[in-house]
């Protein structure tokens, strides 16, 4: 059974990595990543629009699928060489988070839902991928 992933970061480093097929978390390490298997759902949530802003964005930025392969390491220059793996992103448009709060498992009951999120990768039951992904949809379509 495959399982449902939210990583976090910025909407700016989300779509570098929308655009190279790729995610990256954690600032990089490989550890979280191999926690993914092929066919895993992943979603990320993007509290900031930008690295370090203080531009509160609090949405759902991007959803796909795991695909086959390990972590890899890139040379990004300055001596940063994080681990990324290959995503199959999906066609959508970032969703607001606080609409589809009651319908995620993972904060329900709790107004303090986002410490979950603080270690930038978290598994959550597939409904709430679900979720995610058709509100993600919904916004693509006007709705």
């Known amino acids: 059974?495959?399982?449902?992933?939210?990583a976090i970061a910025s909407a700016e480093h989300v779509r570098r990595g929308v655009a190279g097929g790729f995610a990256q978390v954690c600032h990089g390490k490989a550890a979280p990543l191999r926690r993914l298997a092929p066919g895993d759902?992943?979603?990320?949530?993007?509290?900031?629009?930008?690295?370090?802003?203080?531009?509160?964005?609090?949405?759902?930025?991007?959803?796909?699928?795991?695909?086959d392969g390990a972590p890899y390491a890139v040379d990004m220059g300055g001596g940063f060489v994080p681990f990324r793996r290959d995503v199959d992103w999906l066609e959508a448009v970032p969703a607001p988070i606080a609409p589809l709060l009651p319908r995620l498992s993972f904060a329900a009951g709790t107004p303090h839902w986002g410490a979950r999120l603080r270690f930038g990768l978290l598994e959550v039951d597939p409904d709430d991928l679900a979720?995610?992904?058709?509100?993600?949809?919904?916004?693509?379509?006007?709705?």
């Open 41 to 67: 759902a992943i979603a990320y949530y993007s509290p900031t629009s930008s690295f370090g802003g203080r531009d509160a964005l609090r949405a759902f930025t991007a959803v796909g699928t795991v695909r």
């Open 131 to 143: 979720v995610v992904r058709d509100a993600m949809r919904a916004c693509a379509a006007g709705g």
């Open 1 to 6: 059974m495959n399982r449902a992933w939210i």
